[in-house]
């Protein structure tokens, strides 16, 4: 069904009878809670729709999505917001974040998670029986979302691949309001084109992983003066090539703000933070790290033996929502040349006002297909480079532009590809941009699935794949 207006209001009595039919809230702009409920992590970002529901279970999301389909509206999902791309004013809004179910199984080493679990939650579910899963760098994060476009570990990352490589099953309620139960054996088509292909195919509600038997690894950060990027920068480049995939490693270079939660040493502090995680014995982890610690003074060490549930200290993702514009790109290679670049345009004198660019090194079992495929598109390539700037409005020319500059000063060893999660919001809502973010046999593929489960497009409002 379409409607000449797609911007029109739901009306009370609309919304009165959606609410009749599910155990969670039904929200209109203005109702108390509405805000909540709409509220996302980039404050640059507004999610004004028609409606919100926040789903207190699956016959919730059939219901919302069923709805939506009557009334010709699009869905967006969230739990935590991370990475919304429109507001999606018209549209209806399922928020999962009271789907709070988790079960582990220590027999099979498998989890089940609903859609509103976030990672640190399901690492503290796993860790109660000496497991853990292929959780991202920011453990606030949502577990399906951040599943759903890939997954890249900073613990498990090089030695295990992908989160979407170990996914067992998903629970997903597709446009005609139907909850299905795939498998790559059930549905190969839509289990390949979910991992990887965001929330182009419908509303996951739950889904199953594996677990790996770890508690504790050698990991951690060190914070370097910024005024010695040069060497640091130039140390790790040429040190991580020559890493066992056992390592996992990243480099940010950091303007941070002059918070109270801080240590003294970092607010308001330029600073090279270098990340690692390590598998193997604590003795060996240090003999491969003390390169690095001699490349130049540290400002804090915290580097060493650490839970598994602490895995969100490596990266120190901000956790508080704020205002920003990101952009990101796969390279190729990370020359001399390239470090260069960096160092000129973001370094010491540079002036730049970028808060933080970082780039992690990939390769190992994140190059290797796994058992069951899926449409993870960045196989193959070594680096991710990822930048963003922190304002408002005001001040996006000026952030973006900069962000620009060192995306294109990056473009001699760039590929077109990039990883969904890393996405921007100019390239998430480019579908032309989103035929080389996978490829172009991999989006055919994709475009295909996505005519055959939401021929109407309505689950749009993200990283947009179109029916082909």
């Known amino acids: 069904m379409t409607f000449d207006d797609p911007f029109r209001p739901v009306s009370p009595a609309e919304a009165a009878e959606l609410a009749s039919l599910v155990s969670g809230p039904v929200l209109l702009p203005g109702d108390e809670g509405y805000d909540a409920e709409c509220r996302i992590y980039n404050l640059n970002v507004s999610l004004e729709p028609a409606l919100a529901v926040g789903a207190a279970d699956a016959a919730d999301v059939r219901a919302a999505v069923r709805f939506a389909a009557r009334e010709g509206r699009p869905v967006t999902v969230k739990t935590t917001g991370h990475q919304q791309v429109d507001p999606a004013r018209g549209g209806v809004l399922i928020s999962t974040r009271r789907m ?71 629970d997903v309620v597709t446009a005609d309001g139907e909850l299905r139960h795939v498998t790559a054996d059930s549905d190969p088509e839509l289990f390949w084109a979910l991992l990887g292909g965001k929330g182009n195919f419908g509303v996951v509600t739950a889904l199953e992983f594996d677990l790996f038997p770890l508690t504790h690894f050698y990991g951690g950060g060190i914070h370097f003066p910024g005024e010695h990027l040069a060497d640091v920068l130039h140390a790790w480049r040429t040190w991580q090539s020559d890493m066992p995939e056992e390592m996992s490693s990243s480099l940010a270079v950091q303007r941070l703000p002059p918070l109270p939660e801080l240590p003294e040493p970092l607010r308001g502090a330029f600073v090279v933070h270098v990340r690692f995680a390590y598998l ?17 003074p540290a400002l804090i060490d915290t580097v060493g033996e650490m839970p598994y549930t602490a895995m969100g200290a490596i990266h120190m993702d901000p956790p508080a929502p704020m205002p920003y514009y990101d952009r990101t790109t796969m390279l190729c290679a990370f ?50 480079l990822f930048g963003f700037g922190v304002g408002t409005p005001d001040q996006a020319g000026f952030l973006t532009g900069e962000l620009d500059a060192l995306m294109d000063a990056m473009e001699p060893w760039a590929d077109r590809r990039r990883m969904v999660n890393f996405l921007s919001v100019e390239e998430a809502t480019d579908p032309e941009r989103l035929s080389e973010v996978y ?20 689950f749009r409002v993200n990283h947009n794949i179109l029916p082909g």
């Open 100 to 170: 709070k179910g988790i079960a582990v199984d220590a027999g099979s080493r498998r989890a089940r998670v609903e859609a509103g679990v976030i990672w640190q939650e399901a690492i503290d579910e796993a860790a109660a029986v000496g497991l853990a899963p292929v959780s991202g760098s920011a453990p606030l994060v949502g577990v399906a979302g951040y599943t759903l476009g890939g997954g890249l570990s900073p613990v498990f990352g090089r030695s295990l691949g992908y989160a979407a490589d170990h996914v067992r099953s998903l």
């Open 280 to 296: 193997g014995p604590v003795a060996e982890g240090e003999r491969l790290i003390a390169p690095l610690r001699a490349a130049a």
């Open 439 to 458: 490829g172009a046999e991999r989006h055919r593929r994709l475009t295909a699935t996505k005519k055959a489960y939401d021929p109407t497009n309505m």
């Open 335 to 384: 020359p001399a040349e390239a470090a260069d670049k960096v160092i000129e345009l973001i370094g010491p004198g540079s002036g730049s006002p970028l808060a933080s660019v970082e780039i992690r090194m990939l390769g190992g079992a994140l190059d290797r297909e796994p058992a069951v495929p899926n449409a993870v598109s960045t196989r193959g390539l070594p680096f991710v």
